[in-house]
Structure formats: C-alpha cells, structure tokens
C-alpha cells in the first residue's frame, strides 16, 4: 500500500499557511473504529455512525476495509443489497473489487481507483471480490465512505464515475515530505476528479517518517483525519492518532498533522497513511435504516415497500451469483434489519 505513488519532489506543492491570522482548526474529538462484519461475513472497522452525526455530515459512514492478507478461498463481499438516498465512494488501494447493479453500470475497481455510485432514486447493488483473487488470495485493502445527499437531489438517477488511479491528482506537502493524493474537491486551488453533488474534500495523505503536514481547509467545511496504518499526532494541540482511529476537528482554516519517527507496521517501514475528509454540512432532517437514507421515517418505509416491490430495480437469475433469499430473489438488507415498519430507525 499504496499503489499510486510518485516522487513528491516532481510534484506541484500546496503552499503552507502562514502569519499570525491562521486559524489552526483544534481536534474535538477522537473516536476508535468499531469492528463490524458485512456482507458475506467480512470484517470492517467502522468510526462512523457512532459518533454524533451532526459532526460527520454530510458524511453517512466510514468502512474501512483490511488491510487484510487472504488465503485462497477466503476473499468475501457485499450480495445484492439496495441503495437509495445517498452515494458510496469506494477507494482501493490493494486488491480489486467488482461492482454490478441493477442498471446495468458497475465495473472493476483495482489498485489506486475509486468508484462514485450516486444511488439516487434507488439501485440494487452488488460488490464482489472478482473471482480470479478469491482464487489466488492476496492483499486487500479499501475504504467505502458514504456521502448524504440533499433532499432536492435523492431523486436523481442512478449513475457511475469511474475515477483510475492515474486520474487521481497527485500533490506534495510544501516541504516534499507528504504525497497528497486528491480524490474529490480542492486542496489549495488543485481540484481532484471526483465531481461531487454534495461540496466535500477527499484526500488520502502518506506523510513521511517524522514529517509535518499544513493544509489550508475551507472554513465552511467541516474536517476529519482517519488513520489507514501508521501513527502520528493531529491539531497544534498534537493530539496522538494510530491507525483505525478518527480525528474530528473544530473551527479554523488550516489543517496541521506530524507523523511519528518510526512508521513500522505490517513488515515494512513507510509513511503514515491518514484520510483527510471535510464537506458542506447539509443540514437537513435524516432518516435512515441500512441502505436507505432519506429525510423522513415515511419515505424509508416507502423505500422499503418500493424495494419489495422491485421497483429499486430487478436481476435476473443469471446475474445473482450470490442469492441471500433464494425463495424470493432479495438481497439481504445491508446493515438493516427485515423490516423498518416493524423496528425503529437505524442510526
């Protein structure tokens, strides 16, 4: 990990702030990733939901996937499970996963890509291990982070950004000691990819051994640091952050991290790898109950029944390698249970 890199002395450079006036953004919390399994039985550390929403919007969730060493065989994923609502951005730093869905879009997301589902009115959706690594085994490991979507948008339709690695904007900190790789947003007037609905920044930091990373951040933004592997120190409070664990920031209009000396882990000496996410607070009412995310309890039920009903979209037999129900055909509710006229939300 991770497979998009290059030399950070050939790369543009995010200027530093600087003066009295920077307005250093202090961490407000810290959160440990919970373990969860999904889908098929695989594992995920999840910081978000669990902390107070509020505080994450407009983001939904965060499952960190791996890093994990399969053997032959042992490689799970996600069956067919609705969507609506809301977008999951998948980003695949070792490994591949294969995604389908109900319209007909999906495709393979391998080292480095990212792939930006907008479920929008509704989809079915499956997201499978390709079937030549779960042969082979190997290393795997990525991030799904869910993004809200404003009530005005939750009707669109469906649809796909397919973002490859080399697409991926590639930064260095103003010292050359961290590589920025920018997904979705701007980061010091360098925009990533990824065309957002919803206004976030997307960025997946490796900060050198020892290195101090500053990051002008919009003030209207809301920010977060999670910590793929590694370990290091984050706000000028240098609050300590370790891998699996989030970093929520207050108010301010500059980000500051340092990595620690010593960035032994998982047999190799690198960088710390840390996730800097931020957005535009939607501020709307949610409700949610596993993947559907709406504004109201009645628009999940009518979700529910609009699923039930195959409106959220039909497969056929021949592309459900995967059944959960095989009397019916339905997939699993992911994260759900059967029925949300019958159980409260799930938050």
Do not use: C
């Not at 307005?23 to 999840?46: C, L, Y």
Request: glycine share 14%; net charge negative; aromatic share 8%.
């Amino acid at each position: 990990m991770p497979a998009v890199t290059a030399d950070t002395l050939t790369l543009p450079r995010v200027v530093r702030p600087s003066g009295a006036g920077t307005a250093w953004r202090p961490v407000t919390k810290t959160v440990t990733a919970r373990r969860h399994k999904e889908g098929e039985g695989f594992e995920v550390r999840r910081p978000f939901p669990g902390i107070d929403l509020s505080l994450a919007d407009p983001f939904l969730l965060l499952d960190h996937l791996g890093a994990v060493e399969y053997g032959p065989g042992e490689a799970k994923g996600a069956p067919w499970h609705p969507h609506r609502g809301f977008e999951t951005v998948t980003y695949m730093m070792d490994g591949a996963f294969e995604h389908q869905d109900s319209t007909g879009g999906g495709g393979l997301i391998t080292e480095g890509a990212t792939q930006w589902m907008t479920a929008g009115a509704g989809v079915l959706h499956s997201e499978l291990p390709p079937q030549d690594f779960v042969a082979t085994g190997g290393l795997f490991h990525g991030v799904q982070l869910w993004v809200n979507l404003p009530k005005s948008l939750k009707w669109t339709d469906p649809s796909y950004q397919d973002i490859k690695a080399a697409e991926t904007v590639l930064l260095s900190s103003d010292d050359g000691g961290a590589l920025l790789r920018v997904i979705a947003g701007d980061l010091g007037g360098h925009r990533g990819p990824g065309v957002t609905r919803t206004p976030i920044t997307y960025v997946h930091a490796t900060v050198g051994p020892g290195a101090r990373l500053a990051l002008p951040w919009p003030e209207d933004f809301n920010a977060m640091a999670y910590v793929l592997a590694g370990r290091g120190t984050v706000g000028p409070e240098r609050r300590p952050l370790e891998e699996g664990q989030l970093a929520v920031f207050g108010p301010g209009s500059a980000l500051t991290l340092e990595a620690a000396p010593g960035q032994d882990y998982n047999g190799s000496r690198t960088g710390w790898e840390v996730l800097l996410l931020g957005g535009l607070p939607i501020r709307e009412p949610v409700a949610r109950y596993g993947p559907f995310v709406m504004n109201t309890r009645a628009e999940i039920v009518q979700a529910f029944e609009d699923f039930q009903a195959g409106r959220l979209g039909t497969t056929s037999p021949q592309e459900l390698p995967h059944r959960t129900t095989a009397d019916t055909g339905t997939a699993e509710l992911r994260g759900g249970s059967p029925d949300p006229r019958t159980e409260g939300d799930r938050r």
